[in-house]
């Protein structure tokens, strides 16, 4: 389990790239932070972060997953306080202001997979819930593998549970009802959703 820092830290933001076209780039390390910048927004061309705030009793709050095609920025939010945090290495296109008029399919994508995320975590039981959190993933992050769906992230069961807003010892209890089940396998960190006529059919 590691800590979020709870105040960005821009003093390890990389410098600009290769411009992509007119777009310059840059690269960010994993585990750090996406400087909080309104006047841009950041298109990810490679990689994976998460969006969060915190309650005022410091407890973390995941309002959403983003990869690669993905718009993410300080200007798509009104929650404070607001973080962006890489959870890999992450390489992205800064977009300006007067550009965004240009991403309107990006911006539409990012408000469906906000509300998806958003009925998934009122979903009752909490075993469901979970469930629906993993295809959910899977479709975000997913890559075919002989005996599934790898989900290609690094999630731990603590990062679940504050999507989820449950705890990390039900996931624990949860991800290993699955794998007895036949629902899926962890391999290497990384959970394989079994072949498509099993996929979570037990549990959603």
């Not at 039981?125 to 992050?141: T, Y």
Request: proline fraction near 3%; charged fraction near 25%.
């Amino acid at each position: 389990m590691y800590s979020t820092s709870l105040t960005p830290n821009l003093s390890h933001v990389s410098n600009e790239s290769k411009t992509d076209g007119d777009l310059p780039q840059r690269l960010f390390t994993r585990r750090e932070l996406i400087p909080p910048d309104k006047d841009v927004l950041w298109r990810i061309d490679r990689g994976a972060v998460r969006t969060l705030t915190w309650s005022e009793d410091g407890i973390f709050i995941t309002l959403g997953y983003w990869g690669a095609g993905d718009l993410i920025g300080y200007s798509l939010s009104k929650v404070q306080p607001y973080q962006i945090e890489c959870l890999t290495s992450v390489e992205v296109s800064i977009i300006p202001q007067q550009l965004w008029y240009k991403d309107i399919d990006a911006f539409l994508s990012h408000i469906k997979h906000s509300e998806e995320l958003l009925s998934i975590v009122h979903t009752k039981p909490m075993s469901l819930r979970l469930g629906k959190f993993l295809l959910w993933l899977s479709e975000k992050f997913g890559r075919d593998v002989e005996q599934g769906k790898l989900i290609d992230l690094n999630i731990t069961h603590q990062e679940i549970s504050e999507v989820l807003n449950t705890t990390r010892v039900t996931v624990t209890r949860l991800l290993q009802q699955f794998e007895e089940q036949g629902d899926l396998l962890r391999y290497k960190r990384r959970i394989i959703l079994l072949s498509a006529n099993k996929q979570m059919k037990t549990i959603v």
